[in-house]
C-alpha cells in the first residue's frame, strides 16, 4: 500500500506477507540530480523559426567597476536593438567575451536573457567549447534556461581531425535548434564544405555563420544550407548577391536600425558604402576591442575593460567621434553625445 504523500510504496513478496519497502521513483531515475537532457526540454523553438532571422547581433556585455555584469546597461543595450528591429541575439559570443567568462556567468546571462527578452527576441547562447564534454554540458544547461538556439565553433587550438569535427558537432547537435560557426582566423582550422554537408542531415542544423567569403557562402545557399554572413563589410552583399539569410553582425550594437535596413529593406548600396568606414573602424583591431571603445564613447556602457582588451588609442577615439558626426548620431544608440574620452577615463581589470 502506498503512504498518504505517495512517495514510498510497499510490496507484498516476502513469504508470510512482509511487506518489502520500494524507494521512491525519484530514487531511481538514472542521472535525475543533472541538467535536463535535451529530450526531457519543453517547447523547444522550431529550427525554421532560427533559420529566418535575417538580423542578429553579437550582443557586447558591460561590466561594472569591479568586473562583475553590468546588468542594468545590459537590459538597456538588448531593448534597444529589440527596439530597432534585430531578431536575434548571440550571448555570450566572442563579441560577447565569452571567453572572459566563467560557465556560471556564462549560463546565468542566456538564462537572464532569455528571462527578460525572450519573448521579443530570439535568444542564441555561444555554448561552443574546444572541448566536447564542456561543450554538450553548456548546451544542456543552455537549453535547460531556455535559449532558443546553440552556437558552436570547431575545436580551436587542439584541433581535431576532419572526422573529429563530424563527432564533435554529432554530439551537441540533437540538444535543438543549432548555428556552427566558422572563422578559421580565430580557431586556425576551417570547417570544410564537406563536414557541413555530413552533419546537415541532422534536422537540428539551422545554418553556418560563415566567415571565409562570398564564394563559400553560395557553395551554402545554393545547396539549401542556411547561412549568415560573419563579416559585417561584407553582408550586403552576401545577402543579396550570394544568397545569404542575412548577418550575425558587431556593427548592430552600434547602428541597429541601419543594419535592419540593409539586410530587410532590400539592395541598398549607398548606405552600404556610408557604414564601410565605421565596419573598417571597428575591425582595426581584434573584435570587441573597438565595439568596447565605441560603446563607452557613446556613453551606453561604462568604460570598463576586461583583460586583455583594451581601448583604442587617442587618435582612434578621436576618429570615431568624426565617424559619428558623418553618419548621424541620431543613428545610433544611447542619448548622450559622443565623447572622445581620456586614457585614464578606462578601468582595467585583470581579476574578477
Not at 525554421?48 to 553579437?58: E, G, H, Q, Y
Not at 537572464?112 to 544542456?140: D, L, Q, W, Y
Request: charged share 20%; with cysteine.
Amino acid at each position: 500500500m502506498a503512504s498518504a504523500l505517495g512517495c514510498f510504496s510497499f510490496k507484498a513478496t516476502h513469504r508470510g506477507g512482509v511487506p518489502k519497502w520500494r524507494s521512491p521513483r525519484a530514487a531511481v531515475v538514472p542521472n535525475f540530480h543533472l541538467p535536463m537532457r535535451s529530450h526531457e526540454v519543453k517547447n523547444r523553438t522550431n529550427v525554421d523559426d532560427i533559420k529566418s532571422l535575417r538580423l542578429i547581433t553579437a550582443i557586447k556585455t558591460p561590466y561594472l567597476p569591479d568586473g562583475r555584469f553590468d546588468l542594468e546597461a545590459y537590459d538597456a543595450l538588448v531593448n534597444m536593438q529589440i527596439e530597432d528591429g534585430v531578431e536575434g541575439v548571440i550571448v555570450g559570443g566572442t563579441t560577447g567575451e565569452g571567453q572572459l567568462m566563467s560557465w556560471d556567468e556564462h549560463i546565468m546571462l542566456i538564462g537572464h536573457t532569455v528571462n527578460c527578452f525572450g519573448g521579443s527576441i530570439k535568444v542564441v547562447g555561444n555554448t561552443g567549447s574546444n572541448s566536447t564534454r564542456e561543450a554538450i554540458h553548456a548546451t544542456e544547461q543552455g537549453f535547460a534556461v531556455g535559449m532558443h538556439a546553440a552556437l558552436h565553433i570547431n575545436p580551436y587550438y587542439g584541433k581535431t581531425s576532419l572526422e573529429g569535427l563530424i563527432s564533435h558537432f554529432d554530439r551537441v547537435l540533437p540538444m535543438g535548434p543549432t548555428i556552427i560557426y566558422n572563422v578559421p582566423s580565430r580557431t586556425g582550422q576551417d570547417i570544410p564544405t564537406d563536414v557541413i554537408k555530413t552533419v546537415a542531415k541532422s534536422p537540428n542544423l539551422a545554418g553556418v555563420k560563415e566567415c571565409v567569403g562570398h564564394d563559400r557562402v553560395e557553395q551554402y545557399t545554393s545547396n539549401g544550407v542556411v547561412v549568415w554572413s560573419g563579416n559585417d563589410d561584407q553582408c550586403h552583399d552576401s545577402r543579396w548577391f550570394y544568397g545569404a539569410t542575412g548577418v550575425i553582425s558587431v556593427t548592430s550594437n552600434l547602428v541597429p536600425g541601419l543594419m535592419k535596413e540593409l539586410m530587410i529593406g532590400g539592395k541598398n548600396a549607398s548606405q552600404n558604402s556610408k557604414l564601410q568606414p565605421l565596419i573598417e573602424w571597428l575591425f582595426c583591431e581584434p573584435n570587441p576591442i573597438g565595439l568596447n571603445t565605441a560603446l563607452s564613447q557613446l556613453g551606453v556602457v561604462r568604460p570598463v575593460f576586461r583583460l586583455p582588451y583594451v581601448p583604442l588609442p587617442l587618435a582612434k577615439r578621436v576618429e570615431f567621434v568624426k565617424i559619428v558626426r558623418e553618419l548621424g548620431r541620431e543613428n545610433f544608440i544611447g542619448e548622450k553625445d559622443v565623447q572622445v574620452l581620456d586614457d585614464n577615463d578606462f578601468v582595467l581589470i585583470g581579476r574578477y
